[in-house]
Each structure stands twice: as structure tokens, then as C-alpha cells.
């Protein structure tokens, strides 16, 4: 199936400093998704976003719906130790479907 | 946000046996699931789409008769790998649309070690 074009792949930051990641489709999407995994575990749902140029937060997480429906970005403010996973972007066109981004890494060094 | 459990969480069989593992949604009704495999640091790789009440749709390459999927309820879809190999250690991760707000959410995942 379709996969999404996610970058960076892998950050390493400061504790304190800002994280920026995004993902981008050649397909236009109705829905994008963004999630948090740590090892062993599911992925958690962050931010849902509806609309081009919706601007969605939650907590220090920001999430927005590019205008042109074929990208999403994700920026987390001030990241702490406990911010250490991987996150996923999801998009969803017409049908049921959900395409994945292939992750960023992110390690946050107190 | 909405619930969805999976069980068991890890599992260590020996090789030929089969392994069935649940998925389901505890707080909403869920007509479509998903089921994905995930390898270690790579994003999910999904398997095939469950539906309530028919049969489940395939992605290409995976084997029907290897996996099987059951969908007999609203709540609960089950994912059954038969005659386990090896080469069928992996973590397994299943999800649910939740039609209210159209969110996708997943259970906690099963990790599968066949020896």
C-alpha cells in the first residue's frame, strides 16, 4: 500500500529544544492522523486534523493540515525525556484506508 | 479517546502450533479493523481489513489460509496465525475506526516469539 514520505528520520535534541517533523503524499488526503509509539506498545492517537490549514494543539504538541491536503506537520515545544518514541503520521483519502509515514525517531537528551 | 484491547500481549509458542489473538473495542462498535505486522523500527505494514459480518480483505502477499481473521461481531475481531513458524515472529498491532470523528485507534499490540 501507499506509505507517506515522513522526515526527519530519526532527531536527537536537547531537552527543552523544539521538534519539527512532517509528512508528505502524492495523494491528496481528507484526514490526517498523528501518533506516538513506544517499544512494546500500540500507537497513541496525539492530534486528528479535518480541514486544510486546520491548526490542532495539544499540550506542547501543534499539528496542522497543510493547504494543499498533501502534507501535515508536527512540532512539539520544549520536549522532556518522557517525549522519547516513535511518531507516525497517518492520512486517509475517500475510503477506509489509512496509509503510514515511516516514523520519526525522536531521543531527547537531558 | 476510545478503547481498544488487545490480547494477549505477548506470546511464545512452538513451532506448528496456532496462535489466535484478539482485538477488541470496549466502548464503541467498530465495523472495520485492521490488522498490521511491524518489524523492529519500521512503521506498520498492514496485513488485511476486517469487516463485521464478511469476509476479511487481504493485502497482497499475505497468505489468507496462514492468517486468519474472524470479524463475527461489532466489538471483537480475531486474527488467528496457523502452523506458527519462526519466520512468523513479529509484533502484531490491531486497530478500529471510530466512526465519530472518523479517529483510527489501537490496541497495545502482541508480541509473537515462535520458537
Known amino acids: 500500500g501507499q506509505q507517506l514520505n515522513q522526515s526527519p528520520q530519526s532527531m536527537f535534541i536537547q531537552e527543552g529544544e523544539d521538534v519539527s517533523m512532517n509528512c508528505t503524499s502524492s495523494?491528496?488526503?481528507?484526514?490526517w492522523l498523528w501518533y506516538k509509539q513506544e517499544p512494546g506498545e500500540g500507537p497513541v492517537l496525539l492530534i486528528a486534523?479535518?480541514?486544510?490549514?486546520e491548526l490542532t494543539s495539544n499540550g506542547r504538541l501543534t499539528a496542522q493540515f497543510g493547504i494543499t491536503r498533501k502534507d501535515s506537520f508536527l512540532n512539539i515545544s520544549a520536549s522532556i525525556p518522557s517525549d522519547v518514541g516513535i511518531y507516525f503520521c497517518?492520512?486517509?483519502?475517500?475510503?477506509?484506508?489509512?496509509?503510514f509515514g515511516t516514523g520519526t525517531s525522536l531521543t531527547v537528551i537531558p | 479517546g476510545a478503547v481498544v484491547s488487545q490480547h494477549p500481549s505477548r506470546v511464545i509458542c512452538k513451532s506448528g502450533t496456532s496462535v489466535k489473538i484478539e482485538c477488541r473495542s470496549l466502548?464503541?462498535?467498530?465495523?472495520?479493523m485492521f490488522w498490521y505486522r511491524q518489524f523492529p523500527k519500521q512503521s506498520l505494514m498492514l496485513m488485511a481489513t476486517?469487516?463485521?459480518?464478511?469476509?476479511?480483505?487481504?493485502e497482497q502477499g499475505v497468505e489468507k489460509d496462514k492468517f486468519l481473521i474472524n470479524h463475527a461481531s461489532l466489538t471483537l475481531s480475531t486474527l488467528t496465525v496457523t502452523s506458527a513458524h519462526p519466520e512468523d515472529s513479529s509484533f502484531y498491532i490491531c486497530?478500529?475506526?471510530?466512526?465519530?470523528?472518523?479517529?483510527?485507534?489501537f490496541g497495545s499490540g502482541t508480541q509473537l516469539s515462535v520458537l
Open positions: 466502548d464503541f462498535q467498530a465495523t472495520t
Open positions: 497517518a492520512g486517509r483519502t475517500e475510503g477506509v484506508q489509512f496509509y
Open positions: 476486517s469487516n463485521e459480518g464478511s469476509k476479511a480483505t487481504y
Open positions: 486497530s478500529a475506526i471510530y466512526s465519530i470523528g472518523e479517529k483510527l485507534f
Open positions: 495523494s491528496i488526503f481528507n484526514t
Open positions: 486534523l479535518y480541514k486544510a490549514g
